[in-house]
């Protein structure tokens, strides 16, 4: 699902993500700098190795609060554009998550963007993770922000 607007972008997928395609949707001649953030799947958390991450979303809630944070992120930093894609599915080890794009007229108000869009979006989009472990570890269902606490799916 994509939501779009005057420079800002929004999109939940279940296809690869395209750090190209994301660039694009941000590329602007008033732009002296474009911040890319992709976020990849790692092999191991907190000591266990991974299989893999599945993501799901209540898609329209989330739609909703990541155009929110792209207007805000986008005003509040004089971006010239935005854009916020994220995963859904499996993402294997290795692949890219999310994807965050900003543009800016100075690499200074990018960077602070591209942090402030990252962490706004872990912290209220309606997207949620499950883990898979391998071995024995089973798979933990967590909210998709850094420090929650996650709840052990069933088997």
């Known amino acids: 699902m994509v939501w779009q607007e005057n420079g800002l972008h929004v999109e939940l997928t279940y296809d690869h993500l395209n750090i190209n395609a994301s660039m694009d949707k941000v590329r602007s001649s008033k ?4 911040v890319i953030f992709a976020g990849t799947t790692r092999d191991n958390f907190d000591g266990k190795s991974v299989k893999h991450l599945e993501y799901s979303s209540y898609i329209p809630m989330a739609i909703s609060t990541l155009s929110r944070i792209a207007r805000s992120v986008s005003s509040k930093h004089g971006l010239t554009g935005i854009s916020i894609t994220h995963r859904l599915g499996t993402v294997p080890i290795g692949e ?35 883990e898979e472990f391998g071995g024995e570890d089973g798979a933990i269902w967590r909210a998709n922000k850094e420090g929650s606490i996650g709840v052990p799916a069933p088997r």
């Not at 732009?31 to 474009?34: C, L, P, S």
């Not at 591209?114 to 962490?119: I, P, V």
Request: proline share 3%.
């Open 31 to 34: 732009a002296g700098a474009i």
């Open 96 to 130: 890219e998550s999310i994807l965050i794009a900003v543009s800016a007229p100075h690499r200074q108000a990018g960077w602070r963007a591209g942090e402030e869009a990252l962490e706004e979006t872990k912290e209220k989009a309606e997207i949620w993770k499950l």
